[in-house]
């Protein structure tokens, strides 16, 4: 919402809004122009207002809602704005799919502002290249990430669409598989009839979401048969990845990676296709790769306590959670120790079997309690059903209740070289950082 409200302000109109707690956002717009109320109230709804936009997370007993709704004032969800700016770019940009969607968007707005393109860009996460989660640029270029989630996405139609990969999840709204690729099939349909939908070649869906589609397909993967591929994976001695590009049966040199994990091979095979469809040389495609290292809590290094390097990830859905370990796994270390927050009671009885699985690819883990986000707690899942199920499969697995417990245990248990990782989309980032303010791990040497 702090990036589309930018936008507007930079387009001169008047916005005003409010929050749950002030923010470095919330001071941001401020000092943009916008008027920004603290605590959601019914009297923040004033008789002036036009328009009232709001997002997925916010209910219909909302105070606010209810008296938008109570006055008779126009209201659209969040996703048909993001939407109908969109539409005011000639080249317009959406990236999709279950996983890789901010990585992607921020590999292609590296690459794009290599190309000096002057481009307006939201993301789903904080990107230092361009100070935060939004850009306002000055070109017919609008790259956007397209969430599937209540299908905010239908509300877009752009010139080239990305599909990244199509799995299960957001299982609280959709039924199952089967709704999912109809959505992102109703997705990639909505691209412009002389645009162009980049997809991942080598997904298991492919021909359900591209069938009958009258636009440009353009496949990426490691398959040779994709347009553009990945040959020669390799990862240098940081783990960062490096392969050698081809595109249409040519190869077209080495690729060099900031970025560790074969999944990020993939996401940046789908930014260079698409920056190939706006026409960008591929020098530029090359440094804006290189320059990338990674937006926040997406395998980002947030220190070391002595030996012992802490790495934060956003992971929570269980093939993100198989792509972050394999990409750890590359990254020099002794022992991986992690540190799991489950998000949402649905996900997490959804995929139980899943998240156990994945899971015993660490060394060690431990379980905080689930994340609930904009879930109630039903009592029929929790933590200890993951522990059960890992401890099953002779995991070294613990679960405490509290991250204080957590922190006080992994200090006395994490050695030498050892890899901390903190996993999860909630507030689990909190316990990493906790560590290396106190220094407080025995950094001791394993016999």
């Known amino acids: 919402m702090s990036g589309l409200a930018e936008i507007l302000l930079d387009r001169h109109f008047k ?4 929050d749950m707690q002030s923010s470095e956002l919330t001071k941001h717009l401020e000092q943009l122009g916008a008027h920004v109320v603290i605590g959601q109230k019914a009297e923040n709804i ?6 009232v936009v709001y997002t997925a997370a916010i209910h219909e007993d909302n105070e606010e809602f209810a008296m938008a709704r109570e006055k008779g004032i126009p209201m659209i969800s969040r996703a048909t704005l993001l939407g109908q700016i969109m539409d005011n770019y000639l080249r317009s940009i959406a990236v999709a799919g279950t996983h890789g969607k901010t990585t992607t968007t921020s590999m292609l707005t590296h690459i794009l502002l290599q190309a000096k393109m002057d481009p ?7 990107l230092d290249r361009i100070g935060g989660n939004i850009r306002v640029g000055g070109s017919n270029v609008f790259l956007t990430e397209a969430c599937e989630y209540t299908n905010s996405f239908l509300e877009f139609y752009p010139r080239i669409s990305i599909i990244l990969n199509v799995e299960e999840d957001h299982m609280d709204f959709f039924h199952d598989i089967d709704e999912i690729i109809t959505s992102f099939r109703t997705f990639a349909s909505q691209t412009a009839e002389d645009g162009k939908v980049i ?3 080598d997904m298991e869906h492919l021909d359900a979401v591209t069938q009958g589609l009258t636009q440009e397909i353009i496949t990426f993967g490691i398959d040779p048969a ?11 001695q940081e783990g960062n990845a490096c392969y050698t590009l081809v ?5 077209k040199g080495e690729i060099l990676l900031s970025v560790k994990g074969v999944h990020n091979v993939l996401n940046s095979l789908a930014a260079i296709a698409a920056a190939n469809a706006l026409g960008l040389p591929l020098e530029s495609v090359r440094e804006g790769l290189r320059s990338f290292g990674g937006t926040h809590r997406r395998f980002e290094k947030k220190g070391m306590i002595g030996d012992v390097t802490v790495i934060d990830d956003y992971a929570h859905h269980p093939t993100e959670i198989r792509a972050t370990l394999e990409a750890a796994k590359e990254y020099p270390h002794d022992e991986i120790w992690l540190i799991f927050q489950p ?3 649905s996900r997490t009885k959804a995929f139980l079997d899943d998240f156990a699985e994945v899971l015993s690819g660490a060394d060690h883990v431990v379980l905080a ?9 039903t009592g029929e899942i929790s933590s200890r059903d993951i522990l059960e199920l890992l401890e099953k499969k002779d995991v070294d697995a613990h679960y405490f209740p509290s991250f204080s417990e957590i922190e006080e245990f992994v200090s006395s248990h994490v050695k030498g070289r050892d890899l901390l990782l903190t996993m999860g989309a909630g507030n689990v980032v909190e316990i990493g950082e906790d560590l290396l303010r106190d220094n407080s791990i025995d950094n001791g040497h394993r016999g």
């Open 15 to 18: 916005v005003s809004g409010s």
């Open 46 to 51: 004033t008789d002036d207002i036009d328009l």
């Open 120 to 126: 307006t860009i939201s993301i789903g996460g904080m």
């Open 199 to 201: 997809i991942n070649g």
């Open 226 to 236: 994709n347009r553009f591929s990945a040959q020669d994976i390799h990862f240098d």
């Open 247 to 251: 595109a249409d049966g040519e190869e």
């Open 343 to 345: 998000h949402t009671y």
């Open 369 to 377: 309690d689930i994340y609930a986000a904009r879930e109630p707690d």
